[in-house]
């Protein structure tokens, strides 16, 4: 068969049956075959609007990642900042490209870039078929090598000369494909050596004020019962990461929120005044935990986490144990109950201090302030109409620590925001991938005017493929938080953050035959996203006031101690970035 029939008789078999794309003249061999293939091919208007589709889909379905589509050049290095979102959040995808003719290649063809080269730093793996004939085995390495491991997206980029080449198929086991492709390479980590899961769980019975930090690798080990029952022997407080909000049910009653510069100020409180910090699949990141000597001062650091590279990366473990979240989690809890015998009776002190700093702060945080609705209303609303395993996106900016902040995750797996790269335009096209993963869910973006302006083409995508999905846009005519940042730190000097309120967003919806709405009460958005809810496509203008700053915050550089937290604008007076 060609190639292109065998590349596509490969995502078949692996499952990778849902695809999103642009196509162009080095990738249109392929798109000739998909007729004959079981492969849905939805056109995005964008190739970065494809590869946060694919992120999205990917982080829906977990080992089933998402497949974008792109043609040579401009295409692919339209695909970079969607693959770079999706390396620095662990999320599985497949980007295969399309390359300029071996024939010219590496002479400046029309169209050409080195597009392995380029994504080699943001992505698991690289990689161009020099041989039509190696085309299975690309994409069987590929699927491998995106969900196992600490998952990310893996580029296939194909010659176009190669499309119609004839070859015979062949299917290779996935012990060939580690053998003779992928040497070196393997699924899962040794197991955790036992001296040192014993060393921590004495280090953790013997400590008064343990937490437990949760990041992003909870959600893909799939480990989240594991982390509640070792909450529960400890009675111990549960904080997260932005990307380990997912992770976490949020009804949970040791479950104190998530932490970091925008964190809650009860989950900071915790994490910053805890002795024994257990963190469980998350890099320490400077915006969860700050300074991050201070950090360290007068606790000690058990992290588990998959990826080897990132044990003492930016904090020094007191014991650091590479492997799989929940089979770490499972020995370590084995061991604190049958070997040690221990189980807490009542929640750890910490527990009560911090809900009472947060008691304080939120008086405080949750006054009336500005003209209009506000925000943590809204967002109150929105998870009352919304079932419980509604998935929601965000795009990046203000409105996504707002939903951080005032939006809680009743079902894991159901919030899918950019954090590790934080980028602009990722909400509502990972809308459109989470809607094609789970199609009978009610899915809603949670946007900003200046994000949802980034990839709103896509709109248009919505609309042809029936994708019914919502866009809430927290629509302040601003760059919320440049705006917010240079009125705090930079003297009130504001440059380049104003969008003046264009354009027109409910013109802009109807434009592409979506229903747009602009509630005035709270009433009025209540009923616009009981309609996202029932599963309409509808895009919410919310004019917000910009004048209404995101609060809390902790200026970047600063411990996330308590007296660094922010709460109300005059507090940031004076500070230096």
Request: aromatic content about 8%.
């Amino acid at each position: 068969m060609h190639v292109a029939d065998a590349l596509l008789e490969a995502l078949e078999r692996e499952g990778l049956k849902t695809v999103f794309g642009i196509p162009g003249s080095a990738n249109l061999g392929l798109y000739e075959k998909i007729p004959d293939h079981d492969v849905n091919v939805i056109l995005m208007r964008h190739e970065q609007g494809a590869a946060h589709a694919a992120d999205a889909y990917g982080r829906v379905k977990r080992k089933i990642p998402g497949v974008a589509f792109a043609t040579s050049g401009p295409g692919a290095t339209n695909l970079v900042t969607g693959l770079a979102t999706a390396y620095m959040d662990s999320a599985p995808m497949i980007a295969i490209t399309g390359q300029v003719p071996m024939s010219v290649m590496g002479r400046d063809a029309f169209q050409e870039t080195d597009v392995v080269g380029v994504t080699m730093p943001i992505t698991k793996h690289s990689l161009l078929v020099r041989d039509p004939s190696q085309v299975t085995w690309a994409i069987r390495a590929a699927k491998i090598i995106s969900v196992t491991n600490r998952p990310g997206p893996v580029l296939v980029d194909v010659p176009r000369d190669f499309w119609k080449v004839d070859i015979d198929f062949y299917w290779p086991s996935e012990e060939e494909v580690l053998k003779e492709w992928i040497p070196g390479y393997e699924l899962s980590p040794p197991p955790a050596p036992v001296d040192l899961i014993g060393k921590a769980a004495k280090i953790i019975v013997n400590s008064e004020n343990p937490v437990i930090l949760v990041g992003g690798g909870v959600w893909w080990s799939g480990a989240t019962q594991e982390v509640l029952k070792l909450a529960e022997i400890l009675m111990a407080p549960i904080v997260t990461t932005l990307m380990g909000k997912t992770a976490i049910p949020a009804e949970h009653p040791l479950f104190l929120g998530n932490a970091g510069m925008h964190g809650r100020p009860e989950a900071n409180y915790a994490l910053y005044n805890a002795d024994v910090v257990i963190a469980i699949g998350t890099r320490f990141s400077d915006r969860t935990v700050g300074n991050f000597t201070e950090f360290k001062k007068g606790k000690k650091i058990i992290h588990i986490d998959i990826d080897k590279s990132e044990i003492g990366k930016n904090i020094d473990p007191d014991v650091g144990i590479v492997g799989d979240a929940k089979e770490i989690l499972t020995k370590l809890i084995r061991y604190i109950t049958e070997i040690l015998n221990f189980r807490r009776d009542e929640e750890v002190p910490i527990i009560k201090k911090a809900k009472e700093f947060g008691d304080y702060a939120w008086e405080i945080l949750l006054k009336e302030r500005g003209k209009g609705m506000m925000p943590w209303k809204v967002l109150k609303i929105v998870r009352e109409e919304l079932p419980k395993d509604a998935i929601v996106t965000t795009g990046v900016g203000g409105h996504q620590m707002w939903a951080a902040l005032h939006y809680p995750v009743y079902v894991p797996g159901t919030y899918l925001t950019s954090g590790g790269l934080g980028t602009m335009g990722y909400g509502f096209p990972a809308a459109i991938g989470a809607k094609a993963a789970a199609p009978d869910k009610p899915v809603l973006d949670i946007d900003g005017d200046g994000s949802f302006l980034m990839t709103s083409q896509n709109l248009a995508t919505v609309r042809q493929y029936n994708l019914n999905v919502g866009v809430l846009i927290f629509d302040n005519g601003s760059l919320q938080l440049i705006r917010q940042w240079q009125d705090l730190f930079f003297g009130k000097r504001r440059v380049g953050e104003n969008l003046a309120y264009l354009p027109d967003f409910v013109k802009l919806a109807n434009s592409f035959g979506i229903d747009g709405v602009r509630p005035e009460s709270y009433d009025e958005m209540r009923k616009a996203i009981r309609r996202v809810a029932q599963g309409e496509a509808l895009v919410i203008d919310y004019i917000v006031d910009p004048d209404i700053m995101v609060l809390p915050m902790i200026a970047p550089g600063k411990v996330i101690a308590p007296e660094n937290i922010i709460l109300t604008p005059e507090q940031a007076q004076g500070i230096v970035v």
